[in-house]
Nanobody, 115 residues
């Protein structure tokens, strides 16, 4: 049973920073990558950033240069450091774990950026 638990969301002013954490438990050895997605009210869920089991990273153009994804394998934790936050970054952020069979999702954490 795989479980992904996010934390670190909250309310921050524009220009501020937050760090999201995602702790993974269960059969995560099959994960080929882990990442973050977000969903704003009335919009579809969109890709934010990902990191592969080999350490390669990728990020959406809208967050490049501001957000950084990293992982601590010893702690089974993936982080999303978010700097220079903008009101348009407001969304529920979801942790994703991808195996060759299926995707796994956390419950989400709210990030609200005030102008």
């Amino acid at each position: 049973q795989v479980q992904l638990v996010e934390s670190g969301g909250g309310l921050v002013q524009a220009g501020g920073s937050l760090r999201l954490s995602c702790v993974a438990s269960g059969s995560i050895f099959s994960f080929t990558a882990m990442g973050w997605y977000r969903q704003a009210p009335g919009k579809q869920r969109e890709f934010v950033a990902a990191i592969t089991s080999g350490g390669s990273t990728n990020a959406a153009d809208s967050v490049k240069g501001r957000f950084t994804i990293s992982r601590d394998n010893a702690k089974n934790t993936v982080y999303l450091q978010m700097n220079s936050l903008k009101p348009e970054d407001t969304a529920v952020y979801y942790c994703n774990g991808r195996s060759i069979i299926r995707d796994y999702w956390g419950q989400g954490t709210q990030v609200t950026v005030s102008s």
